[in-house]
């Protein structure tokens, strides 16, 4: 494979005062030496719950915030030596899309406002071409221009907010979505439209994506592979299939069994199992582990 | 697990009606409810956001804010006494010691910052007689919800805890008056899918074990199907369907319920887990 759009070599970020005389002090590692890199095309999930350094590692890597130590890259060039014409070029490349569509969107923007100004910013438009190019956007992400170019984010759902976060990430032609929990501020019936949409999304255009989530049934319908987060450290790493149909960290399993699944008969089973397993163990005087393997069974 | 109703329902809902004044129009939030929760039945009402499911839950438990409403109609009934029409002291009495409790989604917002949690547990214990029965109570009261470590979390302050701590100290506080319902309203959306699944864990145990019967508010299917015997499904503020739980999953009668279960499924879809997962 080519040169990867991001790579993260051993970076660390560490929060908190460093003692005067060079000890750690009271500072606290929330990202703890890691690599990784994500190629063109490619879906990658970072999973751990909150407080593992998830949305840390993503502030660094789209250059929000730097790294303690260690290194982030773009397309080989350290961050570190970005001139100003590189960063726009990166900004215009890398996009983030956050949790929360409500706080991301300026409230005193309409959405045709909002989807403008980073067209014409990055002359990606010009005054002729820019409403047709507001529509296609947002037919893109499934909305009526005619409808929603008028809206305020508060006249719109969640769901609606959402599109139009990833519209206006789509209108500057990405190559990489860096997306923090995009889906979980949402209702569930929005999730899977939003979800697909992403999918679409990443599939026409070849885009490059960083899904931050702690939810396995997201990374398990969309990502190529995943990184398991635990305590600013990764514990686990692979294609998606091998780590969550065979996990070989503990963690990983904990996460795996605590995953729902939208059928009654599947969670009796696994309750029933759950039950005969701690039974059996407070039997033998052992702590039962709760392990999706055996809970299937 | 899947009771059969025996006997008269716990608390019963009758064409229950609350529309709201929201800038000078009407909402209709919840629209002629019928719903029964029968003694040791968990009860799912599954809708999305502005369907009306919270408003129902806190019409149910008499917790509406008073001044928006523009028509609170219908009957509520626990254990047969109009609930609606209660005077507040017989409301109070009814949370105090028979026994209808809430837990609210975000735990943090309903603990007070400055309050060590035994301070706070000990107001919700306010009807034992001395300091030594509240300690011993408290205690026990954590370790039902699977806190443990009691003598160091009683002396902590809630943002000392994590957020799957403070939702289960909330339980705590809800079970304090020895319940037979308890109104969980979204209890899990603020926590981690680990933290989620060992809260609804300890749901289900008090459930099983107190005999509690328990009317969950939620958005997620998932969790549903995990701890709920029978369920309603709400869609602008009406019941659009209800049926127990594997009737509902297997074969939805409404088309709006099979189109949240297409999502549900779609969101826990169980293919990559192929050898776990599938029996």
């Known amino acids: 494979m080519s040169t990867p759009i991001l790579s993260a070599r051993s970076i660390i970020k560490s929060f908190g005062r460093r003692s005067w005389f060079g000890g750690a002090g009271n500072a606290r590692r929330a990202v703890d030496t890691i690599d990784l ?14 407080g593992s350094g998830k949305s840390t590692l993503a502030r660094m890597l789209l250059g929000l915030i730097k790294p303690t130590s260690g290194e982030v890259a773009y397309y080989g060039q350290p961050m570190d030596a970005f001139t100003a014409p590189d960063w726009a070029t990166f900004r215009k490349a890398v ?38 190019e507001i529509t296609e956007l947002l037919a893109s992400v499934g909305l009526d221009a005619a409808q929603f170019h008028d809206r305020y984010p508060h006249q719109l759902s969640g769901g609606q907010q959402q599109r139009i976060a990833i519209a206006r990430a789509m209108a500057v032609r990405p190559r990489l979505i860096i997306a923090d929990e995009p889906l979980s501020s949402l209702d569930m019936s929005v999730q899977a439209q939003i979800l697909d949409l992403l999918i679409s999304l990443k599939s026409s255009r070849n885009l490059g994506l960083v899904l931050i ?85 | 697990m899947s009771l059969s109703p025996a006997g008269p329902p716990l608390l019963s809902a009758r064409d229950v009606k609350v529309h709201l004044r929201v800038h000078r129009r009407i909402v209709k939030a919840v629209d002629g409810v019928d719903l029964d929760v029968y003694p040791g039945q968990c009860v799912g009402i ?45 409301m109070r009495a009814l949370r105090r010691h028979r026994g209808l409790s809430m837990v609210f989604q975000d735990p943090l917002s309903y603990l007070n910052p400055t309050l060590r949690i035994d301070r706070q547990l000990a107001e919700a214990l306010r009807h034992l007689a001395d300091r030594r029965a509240v300690q011993q109570k408290s205690a026990e009261l954590l370790q039902q919800v699977g806190l443990d470590d009691t003598a160091r979390i009683l002396r902590l302050y809630p943002h000392e805890l994590s957020g799957g701590m403070r939702q289960r100290v909330l339980i705590a506080m809800a079970l304090a008056p020895d319940p037979q319902i308890l109104v969980a309203d979204e209890p899990t959306t603020a926590l981690d899918a680990t933290v989620q699944y060992q809260v609804i864990q300890t749901l289900r145990r008090l459930n099983k074990e107190r005999n509690l019967a328990m009317l969950i508010i939620t958005h997620d299917l998932g969790m549903v199907a995990e701890l709920c015997d029978q369920v309603y499904v709400m869609q602008g503020g009406k019941i659009v369907e209800a049926a127990d739980v594997f009737t509902l999953f297997d074969a939805p009668q409404n088309a709006y319920t099979a189109s949240l279960l297409a999502a549900a499924r779609r969101l826990h879809q169980t293919k990559v887990l192929g050898s776990a997962a599938t029996p």
């Not at chain 1, 983030?96 to 910013?121: E, G, H, K, W």
């Not at chain 2, 001044?67 to 009957?75: D, F, P």
């Open chain 1, 37 to 50: 890199d994500v190629n063109e095309g490619e879906t990658l999930a970072i999973v751990g719950e909150s």
């Open chain 2, 46 to 90: 599954v809708g999305e956001s502005g369907s009306g499911k919270s408003t129902l839950g806190r019409a149910m438990t008499r917790l509406l804010p008073n001044v928006e409403i523009a028509e609170l109609s219908g009957s509520v009934r626990f254990c047969g006494d109009d609930v609606l029409a209660m005077a507040p002291e017989t």
């Open chain 1, 213 to 297: 989530s702690h939810d396995l049934n997201v990374v398990d319908a969309i990502s190529d592979r995943v990184i398991v987060m635990y305590l600013g450290k990764v514990v686990e790493a692979g294609p998606t299939r091998q780590v969550l149909g065979n996990p070989a960290n503990d963690y990983t399993r904990s996460l795996l069994a605590a995953k729902l699944v939208a059928d009654p008969h599947l969670a009796r089973e696994r309750r029933l199992a759950m039950d005969a397993a701690v039974a059996a163990a407070s039997k033998s005087g052992q702590t039962p582990t709760p392990d999706v393997q055996g809970a299937s069974q």
């Open chain 1, 95 to 132: 996009q983030p899309i956050f949790q929360d569509p409500a706080s991301s969107l300026n409230p005193r923007m309409r959405v045709d406002t909002t989807l403008s100004n980073v067209l014409l910013r990055h002359r990606l438009a010009t005054r002729d071409t820019l409403a047709a």
